[in-house]
Nanobody
Framework: QVQLVESGGGSVQAGGSLRLSCAAS????????MGWFRQPPGKEREGVAT????????FYADSVKGRFTISRDNVKDTVYLQMNGLKTEDTAMYYC???????????????????WGQGAQVTVSA
């Protein structure tokens, strides 16, 4: 089992920045891809960013590419999402996620994630 706890959400004006953190604990967290997802009000959850085990490869949804950066610190068992240039359409509940065990080089597909945190609210006002 994997436990994920997000922090760092909040309210910000458009154009501002926030950094989300996700503390991971449990079985083999260092052997899993990590990712961020979001669920805007009234919409389905969508993948935002994903990172491989070593933190050397990433993938982003087109809507956040160039504005968001995912990173991980395997010593601290923590994954981050730096969000810059926030837009009102970025308003959502943001979830940290972990994949099953995988090889170190793979960047996991968004559909592979099976462990989820409780979420952190991000609200961007005009």
């Amino acid at each position: 089992q994997v436990q994920l706890v997000e922090s760092g959400g909040g309210s910000v004006q458009a154009g501002g920045s926030l950094r989300l953190s996700c503390a991971a604990s449990g079985s083999g967290t260092g052997n899993r891809c990590m990712g961020w997802f979001r669920q805007p009000p009234g919409k389905e959850r969508e993948g935002v960013a994903t990172i491989n085990i070593r933190g050397t490869s990433t993938f982003y949804a087109d809507s956040v590419k160039g504005r968001f950066t995912i990173s991980r610190d395997n010593v601290k068992d923590t994954v981050y999402l730096q969000m810059n240039g926030l837009k009102t359409e970025d308003t959502a509940m943001y979830y940290c996620a972990a994949s099953p065990y995988t090889s170190w080089s793979r960047v996991c597909d968004f559909r592979e994630y099976i462990y989820w945190g409780q979420g952190a609210q991000v609200t961007v006002s005009a």
